[in-house]
């Protein structure tokens, strides 16, 4: 029998913002070879992680059976999709790989009898009828986005798949994530990584959204952390399974750049508003996330001022070393 702790772990859209720093956690906490990382490039082509890795698009149905069986898999983190700038631009990929390929993984999950499917959702589920403020868990989901319109789908289409096959898939919707191993990936919260980035090597920035936009953020670690701690959590004390609300930080544009400035007092950011402002006035300030802390404890360690100090801390070193993007 198969020891619990001894899971064979895929991780589809691998090289993504979260993949490439999900991918080293999950290899540190149950063995490196454990964990198999996938994504649409040739391995030839991508440094940027080690092997086990497999060339595989979640929309090839033949060949995601044939990896899984192959590593024996058990349990995905399910990470390729389309952000909502990008699915702005190309909504029938969006539609695509975040509807097709999420059902072929939910298919694959039940055929072969997984123990455990993590899918993230997003705060894109949200829409302009949704209660800006302290959003609740339970609460008006009409995005008007395509990437909003794939997560609510989405999160439907993983309820389903609880309720009738018992297929123990889990997410919680992850507010905008900053980083800095990985540029993003074309998601309407980008600006809140580009500004450290300009910050450190220009010192200066052009922000696509207003200095007034407020958005819920999350910086990398509190978002692994979030994501592991919920696969671990008993099944027996989750209400919601899929989609749980997480919180962490929520700021303006004004306050981030004061943050920076701490730092870099000479910074300054000029404000192009474009197509990104109607998304983000969408989506809410502040979020309820006390069925999280309630059922599995959920609880972030960074706040605004402790993320920018590793960040820029972080970003420096890159430069230093030549590996700044
Ligand atoms: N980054 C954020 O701020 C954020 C916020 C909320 C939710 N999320 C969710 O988290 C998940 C991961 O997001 P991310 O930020 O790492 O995205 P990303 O865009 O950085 O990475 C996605 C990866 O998926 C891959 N991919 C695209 N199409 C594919 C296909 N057909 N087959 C296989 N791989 C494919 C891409 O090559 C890319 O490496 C997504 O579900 C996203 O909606 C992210």
């Given at each position: 029998?198969?020891?619990?702790?001894?899971?064979?772990?895929?991780?589809?859209?691998?090289?993504?913002?979260i993949g490439?720093?999900?991918?080293?956690?999950?290899?540190?906490?149950?063995?490196?070879?454990?964990v198999?990382?996938?994504?649409?490039?040739?391995?030839?082509?991508t440094?940027?992680v080690?092997?086990p890795?497999?060339?595989?698009?979640?929309?090839?149905?033949?060949?995601?059976w044939?990896v899984?069986?192959?590593?024996g898999?058990?349990?995905?983190?399910?990470?390729?999709a389309?952000?909502?700038?990008?699915?702005e631009?190309k909504?029938?990929?969006a539609w695509?790989?975040?509807?097709?390929?999420?059902?072929?993984?939910?298919?694959?999950?039940?055929?072969?009898?997984?123990?455990?499917i993590?899918?993230?959702?997003?705060i894109?589920?949200?829409?302009?009828?949704?209660?800006?403020d302290d959003?609740?868990?339970?609460?008006?989901?009409?995005?008007n986005?395509?990437?909003?319109?794939?997560k609510?789908a989405?999160?439907?289409?993983?309820d389903?798949y609880?309720s009738?096959?018992?297929?123990d898939v889990?997410g919680?919707?992850?507010?905008?994530?900053?980083?800095?191993?990985?540029?993003?990936?074309g998601?309407?919260t980008?600006?809140?990584?580009?500004i450290?980035?300009?910050a450190?090597?220009?010192?200066r920035?052009?922000c696509?959204?207003?200095?007034?936009?407020?958005?819920p953020?999350?910086?990398?670690?509190?978002?692994?952390?979030?994501?592991?701690?919920?696969?671990?959590?008993?099944?027996?004390?989750?209400?919601?399974?899929?989609?749980?609300?997480i919180?962490?930080?929520?700021?303006?544009v004004?306050?981030?750049?004061?943050?920076?400035?701490?730092?870099?007092?000479?910074?300054?950011?000029?404000?192009?508003p474009?197509?990104?402002?109607?998304?983000?006035?969408?989506?809410?300030?502040?979020?309820?996330?006390t069925?999280a802390?309630?059922?599995?404890?959920w609880?972030?360690?960074?706040?605004?001022?402790?993320?920018?100090?590793?960040?820029?801390?972080?970003?420096?070193?890159?430069?230093?070393?030549?590996?700044?993007?």
């Amino acid at each position: 029998m198969v020891e619990k702790s001894m899971k064979s772990i895929l991780v589809t859209g691998a090289l993504g913002q979260i993949g490439s720093e999900l991918v080293a956690e999950l290899r540190t906490k149950y063995g490196h070879d454990n964990v198999i990382a996938t994504d649409l490039r040739d391995p030839r082509e991508t440094l940027s992680v080690e092997p086990p890795y497999e060339q595989l698009d979640v929309l090839d149905r033949n060949r995601l059976w044939e990896v899984s069986k192959r590593y024996g898999i058990d349990t995905i983190y399910h990470l390729a999709a389309i952000l909502s700038a990008v699915g702005e631009k190309k909504p029938d990929l969006a539609w695509d790989v975040n509807m097709r390929g999420l059902k072929n993984i939910l298919d694959l999950g039940m055929e072969r009898n997984m123990t455990r499917i993590m899918v993230p959702s997003s705060i894109a589920v949200f829409g302009p009828t949704t209660p800006v403020d302290d959003t609740p868990q339970e609460t008006l989901l009409r995005p008007n986005s395509m990437y909003g319109v794939t997560k609510v789908a989405g999160e439907l289409l993983c309820d389903y798949y609880w309720s009738k096959y018992k297929l123990d898939v889990r997410g919680v919707r992850y507010p905008g994530l900053i980083s800095y191993k990985t540029p993003p990936g074309g998601g309407t919260t980008d600006y809140a990584v580009a500004i450290y980035v300009d910050a450190i090597k220009k010192g200066r920035y052009t922000c696509f959204v207003r200095e007034d936009t407020v958005l819920p953020m999350m910086y990398m670690p509190d978002a692994l952390k979030a994501i592991i701690d919920l696969a671990e959590a008993d099944g027996e004390t989750l209400r919601y399974r899929n989609a749980y609300n997480i919180a962490a930080l929520s700021f303006d544009v004004a306050q981030l750049a004061e943050s920076i400035q701490r730092h870099i007092p000479e910074f300054e950011v000029r404000y192009e508003p474009d197509f990104h402002q109607a998304i983000a006035d969408s989506w809410p300030n502040t979020i309820d996330d006390t069925a999280a802390r309630d059922d599995w404890h959920w609880q972030p360690n960074f706040d605004l001022d402790a993320m920018t100090d590793d960040m820029l801390a972080n970003l420096r070193r890159m430069q230093d070393e030549g590996t700044l993007y």
